[in-house]
Each structure stands twice: as structure tokens, then as C-alpha cells.
């Protein structure tokens, strides 16, 4: 369990063997994405609630989580694990174990959340149009983005609602071959959160191991 979840929270970018290319990202791609882009960063918040699977084949598992963003701090919160960015740092939260760490974000990792690749795509990938399909019912287009330098994945594709300006699913394909989707079953947008959502109560956890990295 504990492997799954930190497989949903990041993504650690490969530091050995590293190369770089010229990056592409044809017209249509880039139209649909910079207005999905611009629709989430111009709501006050944003709130997912996610079916996230994990693995290949047989092996695969399914979790269901929640997301909470307001464009600079978010809250992750799946199989009773929290991870919560106040803005500074980053607390991840496991009940079970009763621990915390406490960690500055680095720029080696890239956190994988319904939001993770909506700026990445600008400068870190080469970015196609892959066509259309329907998902649910919901006509979606396909956007393929391939990294531009080694950083554990082969590739990501998203689908999103073009309409509507949403994302709908993200499937990410490692080098490795293990594959982490993640498929959006609700979305609410501009709710009146509390002020301490995004932020962590030292208080509420004195019974907990708090470890600062």
C-alpha cells in the first residue's frame, strides 16, 4: 500500500542519462490545452474526486481520492494518506503508521495529481493530437505528450471534455511499463473552503512520529 501511494504522490525524475531535444507541440494541442490551463487557474479552487489505478495486467489496483487545489497550495488524500502543500512545504500524512514528513518541494519531482502535466506540457514534452473518442458518453480529444529528456516515463495522454474545458482522464506509462491512471468521477469548482484546509495543525498529531527532511 504504502508503494501504491507513493507512486500517486510523485514521480522522481531520473537524473542519470539524461538528453534533450527540441521541443514540439503542434497547433491544436497547444490551443486545447493552454484554455483548459486557463479555465482551472481562473476558478478560486478546484475539487477532484478521482479513481486511481495502479499496475499492469492482473496486478493492477484501483483507489478512490480526492483532490483540493486553489492554483499555488493543494491537498491530496487517498487509502487513508494525506499530502498537503501549504505553499512552502509539503506534509505527508500517513494514519496508519501514525508518521508525518515534513519536506521543501524539489524540482526533481514532479507531483502526479488530476493538475500534474497542465503546465509541465509547455517546456517538458512534445505534445500531439491524438483524435478523438468517447468516454462515458462524453466526446473527449486525445492529447499525447512524450518527455523531452529522461525523466521515468515513456509517455502521458490525457482526455479532455474540449466543450467544457476539463480533463477527464490521465494515463501515464512509465519506463518501467507500470501504468497509473487516474479518472476523474467528480469535479466542483469556487467552494467556500475552510480558512485551514490547506494548511497543517502541528496540534492535531502529537501522538504522530514528525520527522522534518
Known sequence: ??????????VTIVG???FYQAQTIDSKSKIILDNITNNYKSKKNSYFKFAYTSGTGKSSQTQTGIFYSDNTRYKLKIMG?????????????NDEDK????????DNQVHFSPLSYLDSYKKD????????KTISGIPVDIIKMIPIKNNGLKNVTL?????????IKLEQVATNNQVDVISITDYRENQALS???FSFDKSKYKNYLITEL
Open 159 to 167: 482526455y479532455v471534455n474540449t466543450p467544457q474545458k476539463k480533463l
Open 195 to 197: 480558512a485551514s484546509t
Open 16 to 18: 542519470i542519462g539524461v
Open 99 to 106: 508518521e508525518v514528513t515534513v519536506s521543501k518541494p524539489t
Open 81 to 93: 494518506v494525506e499530502q498537503i502543500f501549504d505553499g512552502n512545504k509539503v506534509y505527508n500524512i
Open 125 to 132: 514534452y512534445n505534445v500531439t493530437y491524438g483524435g478523438k
Open 1 to 10: 500500500m504504502k508503494n501504491l501511494f507513493k507512486s500517486i504522490l510523485t
